[in-house]
């Protein structure tokens, strides 16, 4: 398999700890790995990560997995856009950069020169500088716009003079993925902050520009939970402000204020409901799943806000899976999921469907931005086989924006095909599998399973550059739409949330074996990928199903599922896992908790499904989402109960300067897919990609 075995990992210091929960005693033997600013702790990690160095270093085609990827990660691509007007402003990244810069674009002229007003990394020495979010004003004159620093996502607040490009001297902190909405005169706006230290407790405030910000008044802080998140939206003419406050992971409130007479009027509230609204011409447009689990669009006045009152302009489909609408002059464009791949259709109120705009190929419609009074409508679209960019529509076609498309030069021609297969109960799973045209997928072709599986997200078609690499170099990828995402609408994020999380397992559990089933892998040349909640996933197949595969790919994981809410934002997430404190709730977790779930299996190197499989944990100092506590716990107890180290080894790293994904530079984004592309390469026997 290998010809260069690792060395034993460092010693790791077990402790006799035993916690008692609800009448159930729990073991946590690595409990002091959860201190990671200890000196001890820090040399731990210095220790593993050169163990991990010596391991991945010696792989003999880290240059050709460098050249790939520098190159994939190189091509001009766009995260998001807002159009004002004849201004489109883009966060993108050219093929220099490190970070996403704002970017400001025509609407107009496809031909007009672009004008780079922010490049946040060049405010840092190493490039770990990032901008979180982005919001400008009415008349594009001002951008509100989130910095964070070493991928905390720990945003502050600044107003940019577009004019200039420089930023003001106004500095909000605690404005971690704030939300701003602008007064119409661009003197000033709303936004949601954080009391200081606190991670939750978020509230709106006002903020008058010229003025400091210590004393913003409180506009809105009616919290149902300390864990709810209010975002804020303003009617064109500044009369109205909206907030919708998301209530766990199934329900959002939302309020209306009348601004000059400071009178609130609830829109919806206590329903176990997913409702989004935007200011249209004349009261509100919005998508709601409130008796409509797909979604529904609907139109809603100033003067009768109540769920009673709302009038149906698009309807459920039972079908598809209807996306947050925009408004473009008469025109409202709707995004619609079916099977996981996107369109927009666009509609009318008083004429009903008007088009359908499905020249994008597999695509996912990442957002939609409408300046109404321009009628333009900005689109960030993105795919497996492409970059994301931005389309423009302007009332009668859609075209391509920016940036350009890449050559075949630059990227290989990819296949994409979407097929289903049984879960464990008979449902039926949708799945994505990517290949370079001329491959096959068959027992002896490396592949790689991902997925996700949790808080009502779509594993959609998205462009990212391991997956490229990996199939470009001839490997295979596959992509599970599992339970607990939005494939299907709500009742699809049900089965997987909560008490029924193990459906989610089983669901990816089979994907692996139908691969298998159908000649398209084999045990010995699958890998299995999860980030996050995903990294929650494989944690959950490599301790449930040990067999499944030969190597995992564990990135900024949640595994603790006893502790988690303890740390960081954790208890954003009791909705949607279950609550330890909660006798039943516990039960839910302790029984499928990964860290909890590891014995030492018997190796005996004639039967895989007696060993665990080779894993790479990576996680990053930074990370403000999911403690990399996580990572370090889980890595020690595999260790000490994997006896196979040096034919499967379990290997961790942990960066500096580096959250949860977000703001990582693109240099560090090329060093860890070469890092994991090696690994996988390895270990799945097919070095020579």
Request: hydrophobic content about 40%; aromatic content about 8%.
């Given at each position: 398999?290998?010809?260069?075995?690792p060395?034993?990992p460092?010693?790791?210091?077990?402790?006799?700890?035993?916690?008692?929960?609800?009448?159930?005693?729990?073991?946590?033997?690595?409990?002091?790995?959860?201190s990671?600013?200890?000196?001890?702790?820090?040399?731990?990690?210095?220790?593993?990560?050169?163990?991990?160095?010596?391991?991945?270093?010696?792989?003999?085609?880290?240059?050709?997995?460098?050249?790939?990827?520098?190159?994939?990660?190189?091509?001009?691509?766009?995260?998001?856009?807002?159009?004002?007007?004849?201004?489109?402003?883009?966060?993108?990244?050219?093929?220099?950069?490190?970070?996403?810069?704002?970017?400001?674009?025509?609407s107009?002229?496809?031909?007009?020169?672009?004008?780079?007003?922010?490049?946040?990394?060049?405010?840092?020495?190493?490039?770990?500088?990032?901008?979180?979010?982005?919001?400008?004003?009415?008349?594009?004159?001002?951008?509100?716009?989130?910095?964070?620093?070493?991928?905390?996502?720990?945003?502050?607040?600044?107003?940019?003079?577009v004019?200039?490009?420089?930023?003001?001297?106004?500095?909000?902190?605690?404005?971690?993925?704030?939300?701003?909405?602008?007064?119409?005169?661009?003197?000033?706006?709303?936004?949601?902050?954080?009391?200081?230290?606190?991670?939750?407790?978020?509230?709106?405030?006002?903020?008058?520009?010229?003025?400091?910000?210590?004393?913003?008044?409180?506009?809105?802080?009616?919290?149902?939970?300390?864990?709810?998140?209010?975002?804020?939206?303003?009617?064109?003419?500044?009369?109205?402000?909206?907030?919708?406050?998301?209530?766990?992971?199934?329900r959002?409130?939302?309020?209306?204020?009348?601004?000059?007479?400071?009178?609130?009027?609830?829109?919806?509230?206590?329903?176990?409901?997913?409702?989004?609204?935007?200011?249209?011409?004349?009261?509100?447009?919005?998508?709601?799943?409130?008796d409509?689990?797909?979604?529904?669009?609907?139109?809603?006045?100033?003067?009768?806000?109540?769920?009673?009152?709302?009038?149906?302009v698009?309807?459920?489909?039972?079908?598809?899976?209807?996306?947050?609408?925009?408004?473009?002059?008469?025109?409202?464009?709707?995004?619609?999921?079916?099977?996981?791949?996107?369109?927009?259709?666009?509609?009318?109120?008083?004429?009903?469907?008007?088009d359908?705009?499905?020249?994008?190929?597999?695509?996912?419609?990442?957002?939609?931005?409408?300046?109404?009074?321009?009628g333009?409508?900005?689109?960030?679209?993105?795919?497996?086989?492409?970059?994301?960019?931005?389309?423009?529509?302007?009332?009668?076609?859609?075209?391509?924006?920016?940036?350009?498309?890449?050559?075949?030069?630059?990227?290989?021609?990819?296949?994409?095909?979407?097929?289903?297969?049984?879960?464990l109960?008979?449902?039926?799973?949708?799945?994505?599998?990517?290949?370079?045209?001329?491959?096959?997928?068959?027992?002896?072709?490396?592949?790689?399973?991902?997925?996700?599986?949790?808080?009502?997200?779509?594993?959609?078609?998205?462009?990212?550059?391991?997956?490229?690499?990996?199939?470009?170099?001839?490997?295979?990828?596959a992509?599970?739409?599992?339970?607990?995402?939005?494939e299907h609408?709500?009742?699809?994020?049900?089965?997987?949330?909560r008490?029924?999380?193990?459906?989610?397992?089983?669901?990816?559990?089979?994907?692996?074996?139908?691969?298998?089933?159908?000649?398209?892998?084999?045990?010995?040349?699958?890998?299995?990928?999860?980030?996050?909640?995903?990294?929650?996933?494989?944690?959950?197949?490599?301790?449930?199903?040990?067999?499944?595969?030969?190597?995992?790919?564990c990135?900024?994981?949640?595994?603790?599922?006893?502790?988690?809410?303890?740390?960081?934002?954790?208890?954003?997430?009791?909705?949607e896992?279950?609550?330890?404190?909660?006798?039943?709730?516990?039960?839910?977790?302790?029984?499928?908790?990964?860290?909890?779930?590891?014995?030492?299996?018997?190796?005996?190197?004639?039967?895989?499904?007696?060993?665990?499989?080779?894993?790479?944990?990576?996680?990053?100092?930074?990370?403000?989402?999911?403690?990399?506590?996580?990572?370090?716990?889980?890595?020690?107890?595999?260790?000490?109960?994997?006896?196979?180290?040096?034919?499967?080894?379990?290997?961790?790293?942990?960066?500096?300067?580096?959250?949860?994904?977000?703001?990582?530079?693109?240099?560090?984004?090329?060093?860890?897919?070469?890092?994991?592309?090696?690994?996988?390469?390895?270990?799945?026997?097919?070095?020579?990609?």
């Amino acid at each position: 398999m290998a010809d260069h075995q690792p060395p034993s990992p460092p010693a790791t210091r077990r402790e006799d700890i035993v916690d008692v929960y609800h009448g159930v005693p729990v073991a946590d033997p690595y409990r002091w790995l959860e201190s990671g600013d200890s000196p001890e702790v820090i040399e731990w990690v210095a220790a593993q990560n050169q163990h991990t160095r010596q391991a991945l270093d010696a792989r003999p085609h880290r240059e050709r997995w460098h050249e790939r990827l520098s190159a994939l990660v190189a091509l001009p691509t766009v995260l998001a856009c807002a159009v004002r007007a004849d201004r489109c402003f883009v966060l993108e990244r050219d093929h220099v950069a490190e970070q996403f810069a704002l970017v400001l674009r025509s609407s107009v002229d496809p031909a007009a020169p672009p004008r780079v007003l922010l490049a946040p990394a060049t405010l840092v020495s190493d490039g770990a500088m990032a901008i979180d979010w982005f919001e400008p004003s009415p008349d594009g004159a001002l951008v509100a716009i989130g910095l964070s620093e070493g991928g905390t996502e720990d945003s502050v607040l600044h107003v940019l003079d577009v004019g200039t490009a420089s930023l003001s001297e106004l500095r909000i902190t605690d404005t971690r993925a704030s939300s701003v909405a602008w007064l119409p005169d661009s003197t000033g706006f709303w936004y949601a902050r954080y009391p200081a230290g606190d991670q939750y407790h978020r509230h709106i405030r006002f903020h008058l520009l010229g003025t400091d910000p210590a004393g913003d008044p409180v506009v809105f802080d009616r919290l149902p939970t300390p864990e709810s998140w209010p975002e804020v939206k303003v009617s064109p003419d500044g009369a109205h402000l909206l907030v919708e406050v998301q209530v766990g992971w199934s329900r959002v409130d939302a309020h209306l204020l009348q601004v000059r007479t400071e009178t609130w009027a609830t829109i919806v509230e206590g329903v176990e409901a997913q409702s989004s609204f935007h200011f249209g011409a004349d009261g509100l447009v919005g998508l709601t799943t409130l008796d409509a689990p797909n979604g529904r669009v609907v139109a809603v006045a100033f003067d009768q806000p109540t769920s009673e009152a709302w009038i149906t302009v698009v309807p459920e489909r039972h079908d598809a899976v209807l996306g947050r609408p925009a408004t473009c002059g008469s025109d409202v464009l709707v995004p619609v999921s079916r099977s996981a791949v996107d369109c927009v259709e666009i509609w009318s109120v008083g004429r009903g469907l008007i088009d359908t705009l499905d020249a994008f190929g597999a695509v996912t419609v990442q957002q939609i931005d409408a300046d109404d009074s321009a009628g333009l409508a900005m689109l960030v679209v993105s795919s497996f086989d492409s970059p994301t960019c931005v389309w423009r529509y302007d009332g009668r076609s859609v075209e391509r924006w920016c940036p350009d498309a890449p050559s075949e030069s630059d990227l290989s021609p990819l296949t994409v095909r979407h097929l289903c297969y049984p879960s464990l109960d008979g449902t039926e799973i949708g799945l994505f599998v990517i290949h370079r045209a001329d491959v096959e997928p068959s027992a002896e072709r490396p592949i790689i399973l991902n997925g996700y599986g949790g808080f009502s997200i779509t594993e959609s078609p998205a462009w990212v550059p391991n997956i490229a690499a990996w199939c470009t170099a001839g490997g295979v990828w596959a992509i599970a739409g599992l339970r607990g995402g939005l494939e299907h609408g709500e009742p699809w994020h049900h089965a997987g949330r909560r008490a029924n999380k193990q459906n989610v397992f089983d669901d990816f559990h089979s994907a692996a074996d139908w691969l298998v089933a159908q000649g398209m892998a084999s045990a010995a040349h699958l890998g299995l990928v999860g980030g996050s909640n995903g990294g929650l996933l494989v944690g959950a197949a490599l301790t449930q199903r040990p067999d499944l595969a030969r190597a995992v790919w564990c990135a900024v994981p949640l595994l603790d599922m006893v502790r988690f809410p303890l740390f960081h934002i954790a208890r954003l997430w009791t909705d949607e896992y279950g609550d330890p404190d909660v006798p039943e709730e516990f039960g839910w977790l302790l029984a499928y908790s990964p860290y909890h779930s590891v014995d030492p299996l018997p190796d005996h190197p004639a039967d895989p499904s007696t060993s665990y499989p080779a894993v790479l944990f990576t996680t990053a100092e930074g990370d403000t989402r999911v403690d990399p506590l996580h990572a370090r716990k889980m890595a020690a107890l595999l260790q000490h109960a994997s006896a196979n180290q040096r034919e499967r080894p379990v290997l961790l790293l942990q960066a500096g300067r580096a959250g949860h994904g977000v703001g990582k530079p693109a240099s560090m984004r090329v060093a860890e897919g070469v890092d994991v592309l090696s690994f996988l390469s390895w270990q799945l026997g097919s070095d020579s990609m």
